[in-house]
């Protein structure tokens, strides 16, 4: 892909308000990501085509899924465990099996928590503390941004 379409891209998603925006030409993939400021900012991953649409339709409802965890998270006090990437919530490691955890469960560091499904690869997601669930934070099968908190431990 060449600088001209790398540019118009970057400029596209500053433009647009959307948050991120990847694209698949042959053997090239960009993913570009807004940070919000007033420069186009953009970086460059590898990245699976098929979420383009979705990006592009649900940045309303990717800005409003964090919300309600923030309001949230004071109701309850403790370490949050955060999200360390982009992708899909899921308690379980597949639809039939138990949760990793619920909440009141007691866990240990280097338990896991959750997986976060990102670009085709299942990622568990491991307790940094001890200490017992207080609160879950998202759904199973949510989309979940870099950062977001996902579950209260104290």
Not at 53 to 61: D, H, I, L
């Amino acid at each position: 892909m060449d600088l001209r379409k790398l540019k118009t891209l970057i400029d596209l998603v500053s433009e647009s308000g959307i948050s991120e925006l990847e694209v698949n030409e042959g053997e090239d993939r960009v993913r570009i990501v807004n940070a919000g400021s007033p420069a186009p900012a953009g970086q460059v991953v590898y990245a699976n085509p098929a979420p383009v649409q979705a990006m592009q339709a649900t940045p309303a409802a990717a800005s409003a899924a964090p919300a309600p965890a923030v309001e949230e998270a004071p109701a309850e006090t403790g370490f949050v465990a955060r999200s360390p990437m982009v992708g899909t919530f899921y308690r379980a490691p597949n639809p039939e099996s138990p949760d990793f955890v619920k909440v009141g469960d007691t866990v240990k560091v280097g338990q896991t928590l959750c997986i976060i499904e990102a670009m085709k690869l299942l990622n568990e997601i491991e307790s940094e503390q001890a200490g017992v669930i207080k609160q879950i934070l998202c759904e199973n099968g949510q989309g979940v941004e870099f950062d977001q908190p996902l579950f209260i431990i104290a």
